[in-house]
């Protein structure tokens, strides 16, 4: 009776684990079918959530037509993202052109520094140097860095395609938001569901939690991060500053790790009074350093209240995020490592 019991348990077991193997088995090769569309599915849900309450709103002032409604964010988030890339790669485009032209007739020529440009801290001499000689020799500079500027030519060459892919991950997310936003309920009792299958009763709350941490974080650090990179951006436009769309990709990172956007804007704003026009210069300081303080009353208007993820969470789950899958991984890995501290400490507050 005892060996046959024996039996019967080793089988059970032997059952419970092919089953538990199949379905893993299942899980994976679903993963790796599906990996291709994992970043813009996870970053779409991401975005619907954070903008439902505009949503909301929105089709709450047309009568009541989510369609009309989620068609236009869809669009207008389109927009945002197509029209600056078209500006700075128009602008880009044409610098080169013009200095390519310039450079075929004999007449491009640089600038030599200020005087100031010297005193920088860390690089003026070198910085002084380089730029004196390109204004009076502009082929012997290219001489001189010959070697460094082919190992930078290949690094640019991959930082515009990363960036170019990232613009389109950046359309079909919003695409996807857009459509995910008319699914709102569904997707919300699809959450509860997964919830309550994998924490119990409280199921409900936990997708409270989750949707209340995602658009905490989506408003309260990358949209405030948009915003600063969006008015700074306007102002480099104005100036005239070189690779401006560069220097805001850089301003865009460094706001959603939560360190001051002045960092990147004060050697900005040095090189703007050392190109003369001294009006410019200062109303273009006031504004740099306004909109990279902005943060400190954005924050109070946009950070959803009851849901504060520590600054050290959020910069964690940037940097990681984006060492891990680029650009996308900078909003996805904030979000994804805010909302796992709210769960972990409610879970441990239980």
Same mark, same amino acid.
């Given at each position: 009776?005892?060996?046959?019991?024996?039996?019967?348990?080793?089988?059970?077991?032997?059952?419970?684990?092919?089953?538990?193997?199949?379905?893993?088995?299942?899980?994976?090769?679903?993963?790796?079918?599906?990996?291709?569309?994992?970043?813009?599915?996870?970053?779409?849900?991401?975005?619907?959530?954070?903008?439902?309450?505009?949503?909301?709103?929105?089709?709450?002032?047309?009568?009541?037509?989510?369609?009309?409604?989620?068609?236009?964010i869809g669009i207008l988030g389109v927009?945002?993202?197509?029209?600056?890339?078209?500006?700075?790669?128009?602008?880009? $485009?044409?610098?080169?052109?013009?200095?390519?032209?310039?450079?075929?007739?004999?007449?491009?020529?640089?600038?030599?520094?200020?005087?100031?440009?010297?005193?920088?801290?860390?690089?003026?001499?070198?910085?002084?140097?380089?730029?004196?000689?390109?204004?009076?020799?502009?082929?012997?500079? $290219?001489?001189?860095?010959?070697?460094?500027?082919?190992?930078?030519?290949?690094?640019?060459?991959?930082?515009?395609?990363?960036?170019?892919?990232?613009?389109?991950?950046?359309?079909?997310?919003?695409?996807?938001?857009?459509?995910?936003?008319?699914?709102?309920?569904?997707?919300?009792?699809?959450?509860?569901?997964?919830?309550?299958?994998?924490?119990?009763?409280?199921?409900?709350?936990?997708?409270?939690?989750?949707?209340?941490?995602?658009?905490?974080?989506?408003?309260?650090?990358?949209?405030?991060?948009?915003?600063?990179?969006?008015?700074?951006?306007?102002?480099?436009?104005?100036?005239?500053?070189?690779?401006?769309?560069?220097? %805001? $990709?850089?301003?865009?990172?460094?706001? $959603?790790?939560?360190?001051?956007?002045?960092?990147?804007?004060?050697?900005?704003?040095?090189?703007?009074?050392?190109?003369?026009?001294?009006?410019?210069?200062?109303?273009?300081?006031?504004? %740099?350093?306004?909109?990279?303080?902005?943060?400190?009353?954005?924050?109070?208007?946009?950070?959803?209240?009851?849901?504060?993820?520590?600054?050290?969470?959020?910069?964690?789950?940037?940097?990681?995020?984006?060492?891990?899958?680029?650009?996308?991984?900078?909003?996805?890995?904030?979000?994804?490592?805010?909302?796992?501290?709210?769960?972990?400490?409610?879970?441990?507050?239980?």
């Amino acid at each position: 009776m005892e060996k046959d019991n024996n039996e019967a348990a080793i089988n059970r077991a032997v059952n419970t684990a092919l089953r538990i193997s199949f379905i893993a088995l299942l899980i994976i090769l679903s993963f790796w079918i599906l990996k291709p569309f994992l970043a813009p599915v996870a970053w779409g849900i991401i975005f619907a959530i954070g903008i439902f309450p505009l949503h909301k709103k929105l089709s709450k002032l047309l009568g009541n037509k989510d369609k009309v409604s989620a068609t236009i964010i869809g669009i207008l988030g389109v927009a945002l993202v197509v029209v600056p890339v078209v500006l700075f790669a128009n602008s880009t $485009i044409d610098g080169v052109h013009d200095a390519y032209e310039a450079v075929e007739a004999g007449t491009f020529k640089i600038d030599p520094p200020n005087e100031s440009v010297a005193d920088w801290p860390i690089i003026g001499k070198k910085a002084y140097e380089a730029w004196s000689l390109a204004s009076e020799n502009l082929t012997a500079l $290219i001489l001189k860095y010959e070697s460094q500027l082919r190992g930078v030519v290949p690094k640019i060459t991959s930082a515009v395609g990363g960036l170019v892919s990232t613009v389109l991950l950046f359309i079909i997310s919003i695409v996807i938001a857009s459509s995910l936003l008319l699914f709102a309920e569904p997707g919300k009792a699809a959450a509860n569901k997964v919830f309550a299958t994998l924490i119990g009763e409280k199921g409900k709350e936990f997708t409270e939690l989750s949707m209340l941490t995602i658009r905490s974080v989506v408003q309260g650090v990358i949209g405030i991060a948009v915003i600063q990179t969006f008015f700074l951006s306007i102002g480099m436009f104005f100036m005239g500053i070189p690779a401006a769309g560069i220097i %805001s $990709i850089i301003v865009l990172i460094v706001a $959603i790790i939560q360190l001051p956007p002045t960092l990147v804007m004060l050697p900005v704003i040095i090189y703007a009074f050392s190109m003369g026009g001294t009006t410019a210069a200062i109303i273009f300081a006031i504004w %740099s350093i306004f909109w990279s303080l902005a943060d400190t009353f954005l924050k109070p208007m946009l950070l959803g209240k009851g849901v504060d993820v520590p600054m050290l969470v959020i910069l964690l789950g940037a940097i990681g995020g984006m060492l891990l899958s680029g650009p996308v991984g900078l909003f996805v890995g904030a979000v994804v490592l805010a909302l796992t501290y709210k769960i972990f400490d409610s879970l441990v507050k239980e």
